[in-house]
């Protein structure tokens, strides 16, 4: 048996994998219901558009608001993170701070979610194979 129902508490990148305790973030992948709440809370309908007889609903949408929403989703928390050689704390306009201000960060942020990427994909790929391989009903 396998449940589909997700576990999506994260998952901790070490700035230093010989010493954890210098610190990382705990992020996780944006799974589409997750993104479509924000979609919806971040846009608004405006009006409908007519070209060469077809309908188009136009939505205007507020990307800082949206951003922010995907970052506090996707970072969980983080540890030994400074600004300033101060403690920032992990909130959503943190988060924000740092990605926009910090390449660093924004470059160690990005390459986690790239590696949740990669592994959700290579479940993905094991389980499609298994569902080939016992397709013989077996």
């Known amino acids: ?8 508490d ?8 010989s010493d954890i305790e210098a610190g990382g ?11 479509e709440k924000i979609y919806k809370a971040t846009t608004k309908r405006t009006e409908k558009i007519v070209v060469d007889k077809q309908l188009f609903k136009d939505r205007i ?12 989703f996707t970072i969980v928390d983080w540890k030994g ?4 050689g101060k403690p920032l704390d992990c909130t959503a306009p943190n988060k924000v701070k740092l990605l926009k201000k910090s ?7 990005e390459e986690a979610i790239k590696q949740l990427e990669e592994a959700d994909a290579d ?15 077996k």
């Not at 973030?25 to 993104?35: S, W």
């Not at 949408?61 to 506090?72: I, M």
């Not at 390449?103 to 942020?109: G, L, N, P, V, W």
């Not at 479940?123 to 009903?137: H, I, Q, T, W």
Request: aromatic share 18%.
């Open 1 to 8: 048996m396998f449940d589909f129902k997700e576990k999506n």
């Open 10 to 17: 994260g998952k901790w990148f070490y700035f230093d994998d």
């Open 25 to 35: 973030i705990k992020v996780r992948l944006l799974p589409a219901e997750e993104a």
């Open 61 to 72: 949408g507020d990307d800082d608001a949206a951003y922010s929403r995907v970052l506090d």
């Open 81 to 84: 993170v400074l600004w300033g």
């Open 103 to 109: 390449t660093a960060f924004r470059k160690f942020y």
């Open 123 to 137: 479940f993905e790929a094991k389980r499609v194979k298994n569902l080939n391989d016992s397709s013989d009903g």
